[in-house]
Nanobody, 121 residues
Framework: QVHFAESGGDLVQPGGSLTLSCAAS????????MAWYRQTSLKGRELVAH????????TYAGSVKGRFTISRDDAKNTIYLQMNDLKPEDTAVYFC??????????????WGQGTQVTVSL
């Protein structure tokens, strides 16, 4: 059974930093591209960052480019999202999953619980 466990979300002030983690299980992680998504009631779910299976390439949404960094540790079946210079508009529930295409909100597996990031004074 596929499972995603996102963690690391918190309340942080604008300009602050957070690192999110996503531990995955139940599929061949090292062969899978991975992505971070975020969801708000206003915007719905959007793709934030993508990393190829061999970590040879990463892609970011324009709104986070230069501030967020996605990485992976295949030995731990885990991906990370380092978030710097956080802005109130980054407030969302963050999820990870396996995208069906390089830049797609269509995913292969059911969603995990996500982790809440709130950026506020």
């Amino acid at each position: 059974q596929v499972h995603f466990a996102e963690s690391g979300g918190d309340l942080v002030q604008p300009g602050g930093s957070l690192t999110l983690s996503c531990a995955a299980s139940g599929f061949l992680f090292s062969n899978s591209a991975m992505a971070w998504y975020r969801q708000t009631s206003l915007k719905g779910r959007e793709l934030v960052a993508h990393i190829r299976s061999d970590a040879s390439g990463t892609t970011y949404a324009g709104s986070v480019k230069g501030r967020f960094t996605i990485s992976r540790d295949d030995a731990k079946n885990t991906i990370y999202l380092q978030m710097n210079d956080l802005k109130p508009e980054d407030t969302a529930v963050y999820f990870c999953n396996v995208p069906q295409n390089t830049w797609s909100t269509l995913v292969w597996y059911s969603w995990g619980q996500g982790t809440q990031v709130t950026v506020s004074l």
